[in-house]
């Protein structure tokens, strides 16, 4: 299970939100960079970042510290972004720039043929983040909740060709609450493309509970407040789902 921790960035540093509320950030750290450096220190094969005023603008808005973050990674592992991301030129500067995968959230729901258009030119590079609250898709910064439900709306997107979806209960991000493994399993087996957990991750027990579930189809879990305040340590975390991938 890949293990993966989240950058989230706001006015150019690393905050943290709860659940998804702009005003409601804690900052961790003022250089997104050396954070990005610290989790591939510590064995990180994948990073992800959000570009949070970009979520909320409908455009990238924090380049400089991407390009920064992506400076130090320096190709070394995969490095996944999403917020903002409403047009094929937003793609394709994206990946020109080095990162791997581009995460489309808002614009995948109200724009299908745009997330069609995308899947077809940058195939293998194409992820979706659906965001929802008790069972339903949120939209716009999770400002809004539609009425599309989860499975439908994943099952549909599979056709399009994406690469993976991230999978968000909105109503525990941030919150440590713990992950939603319910739902995140009988999404992961309604589709045939990996599911990637996010959302509520507080400590071991989590890591636990999610990593059997590979063979399910949730391929990893996205790791956020909790790796930040220490409720959870991701070198630990990283021994256990080795030991569990040598053990199968």
């Not at 954070?35 to 959000?50: E, F, N, P, T």
């Not at 320096?74 to 490095?79: A, F, G, K, W, Y």
């Not at 614009?107 to 992820?127: E, N, R, T, Y």
Request: include cysteine; hydrophobic fraction near 45%; charged fraction near 25%.
């Amino acid at each position: 299970m890949l293990l993966i921790p989240a950058i989230d960035l706001k006015d150019g540093r690393c905050v943290r939100l709860r659940q998804g509320e702009l005003n409601d950030a804690t900052v961790f750290s003022d250089d997104p960079a050396a954070m990005a450096q610290q989790w591939l220190d510590k064995g990180a094969s994948r990073l992800h970042l959000v570009d949070l005023n970009g979520a909320f603008a409908g455009k990238p808005k924090n380049a400089e510290a991407i390009k920064q973050i992506l400076k130090v990674i320096d190709d070394e592992i995969p490095v996944q972004i999403g917020g903002g991301i409403r047009n094929m030129d937003t793609i394709e500067t994206y990946l020109d720039m080095g990162l791997e995968y581009v995460i489309i959230g808002t614009a995948a729901v109200k724009d299908p043929l745009f997330l069609q258009d995308a899947c077809s030119a940058f195939q293998g590079h194409i992820i979706v983040g659906l965001d929802a609250k008790d069972g339903k898709i949120a939209t716009d910064g999770w400002s809004k909740v539609t009425k599309h439900d989860v499975i439908t709306t994943a099952q549909r997107f599979e056709d399009l060709g994406v690469e993976a979806i991230i999978y968000t209960d909105i109503g525990r991000d941030g919150m440590l609450s713990g992950v939603n493994v319910e739902a995140t399993l009988k999404l992961a087996q309604a589709v045939n493309i990996p599911i990637i957990a996010s959302g509520g991750v507080h400590d071991m027990n989590d890591i636990r509970t999610l990593a059997p579930l590979t063979k399910d189809g949730v391929e990893g879990v996205i790791l956020g407040r909790s790796i930040y305040e220490g409720t959870l340590d991701f070198e630990e975390a990283l021994r256990y789902v080795e030991a569990l991938e040598d053990e199968n």
